[in-house]
Structures are given as C-alpha cells and as structure tokens.
C-alpha cells in the first residue's frame, strides 16, 4: 500500500488591512488549511473567506487554535489555568465552524499554533486543555501532534483520533522537538532540501537533527507554514515531490 500524507499549511493568519503570506496560492497546493480562529491572527472576514476558498478547492478546514496573543501572534507562553485555556479553545473553534458551515463545509479537524503547540509537547495541564476543548467540540475530530509528546499520549487515553504531524519547514532537535525560532538556522528555506526531507520523513520515517543525528518521526500531516520565507515555492515543491515518490495525499476528514 502506497503512503499517505496530508498537506497542511497554517494560513488565514492576516488582521484586518494586513496579510501574511499568499494565501490563495497556498490553498491551491496544500490538501488541508490549519486556519487561524482569532486569537493569534485571523479575524472575521479573514476566516469566512479562506473557508469559503478552502470549501472551494476541496481543501479540508482544521481550527487551528491558540493562546490569546494577538500581540506576540501566539508564539508567547501564557500561564492561563487549563480550565480557562480550554474555553478559550473552544470558543475559537466555534468561532471558525460558522464561517465553515457557511461555506457549505465544516471543521474537520484541530491542531494547535505556535506556543500552544510547543508548550503541550510537555506541559499536563495545557495538554489537556486541548485534548478536553476537542473532546468537548467534537471527539470525532482528528487532533494533530507530534508523536510521543504529552498532547499524544493524553489523546489516545481520550480515545481521540490522533493524527502524528511533522514539519517540513523547521529545524529538529535530537529530542524530535521543534528548535526554538530564537536561534540561527531554525527555518528550512531551501525548498529543494525541504522536499526532499518531507519525502524522507513520509518514506523512511527518519530526519536528520540539528546536530547530525538521525531522529525517528512519524508524518501523516505535514506542514508548511504561510509566513516562511518561499513559503509557495516550499509547498508546491514538496507537493510534486511526494507525488513523484508515490505518496497519496489526502485531506484530513
């Protein structure tokens, strides 16, 4: 059987006069829109029209959820006790299921942004804020995260479907954690060398680290995010190089 994989972007991230990245050609490659709900970019008119563009293009539509951190665009720690995270999330899924729904489709899946997305690797209680908003929206949504983390392992005790997420365009610790965007190199803007890495990961199941070393990792969604630099160019060569390798891809439902 051939490998599948998802491909994802995080997109819909603009604010009012402001855009951040090119979103329209984006949906035009990628298999599934992470979009933004509200709180660390997106506002209303942003989301109603990459849903009704995603609907367009059969592109899936998952909320992509996080802090409140409009200022820092949720890339920001913010010590909120999980009971009032968990709302938080929830209202920002509900926010992005009517804009779906008047598209004509819905939300078909959660993932996590930026500090959210790095603080529930490890971190019980905002872990389990996500686990909880999505049990609570739908638990027959798929969550993304990355494998072995502690979102991961709160899920699967959840019973929820949990989808293992890799990233094409960022740099990996030995650990198999995301490096800090604070230090040199954390961004993979050669579009080449992230294809080719993307095919590794889907085919082989391995990556190579920071320092050298060789990291196990799991891809059934794979993600590009909209404000790389080359962020298109990254995508579509990713796209054609799966493609090639005999990948199926497919849009999380």
């Given at each position: 059987m051939a490998p599948r994989v998802a491909l994802t972007t995080d997109i819909g991230e603009g604010l009012g006069r402001w855009s951040l990245g090119d979103d329209?050609?984006?949906?035009?490659?990628?298999?599934?829109?992470?979009?933004?709900?509200?709180?660390?970019g997106g506002?209303?008119?942003?989301?109603?029209?990459?849903?009704?563009?995603?609907?367009?293009?059969?592109?899936?539509?998952g909320a992509q959820v996080s802090y409140r951190d409009l200022h820092g665009f949720g890339r920001r720690y913010i010590a909120v006790p999980g009971p009032e995270l968990r709302d938080d999330l929830?209202?920002?899924?509900?926010?992005?299921?009517?804009?779906?729904?008047l598209a004509g489709?819905?939300?078909?899946?959660?993932?996590?942004?930026?500090?959210?997305?790095?603080?529930?690797?490890?971190?019980?209680e905002h872990a389990q804020a996500l686990v909880d908003a999505t049990l609570e929206f739908n638990r027959d949504l798929p969550l993304l995260a990355a494998v072995d983390t502690e979102v991961w392992r709160l899920g699967t005790d959840a019973g929820l479907r949990m989808v293992a997420e890799a990233f094409v365009d960022r740099a990996y610790t030995p650990e198999g954690l995301l490096q800090s965007r604070s230090e040199p190199n954390a961004l993979l803007t050669d579009a080449d060398a992230a294809a080719a890495r993307a095919v590794q990961m889907v085919t082989e199941g391995h990556l190579t680290a920071n320092d050298g070393s060789e990291v196990k990792v799991t891809a059934d969604a794979l993600l590009v995010h909209c404000d790389t630099p080359g962020a298109v160019d990254i995508a579509r060569k990713t796209r054609a190089a799966l493609e090639a390798a005999g990948v199926e891809l497919y849009p999380i439902r």
């Open positions: 329209d050609a984006l949906l035009e490659i990628v298999t599934s829109a992470n979009i933004a709900c509200g709180f660390h506002d209303p008119g942003i989301m109603r029209r990459t849903c009704a563009i995603s609907v367009k293009n059969n592109v899936a539509i929830l209202y920002q899924m509900g926010a992005l299921e009517v804009f779906a729904r489709g819905k939300v078909d899946y959660v993932r996590a942004h930026g500090a959210l997305w790095n603080v529930a690797t490890k971190n019980t």
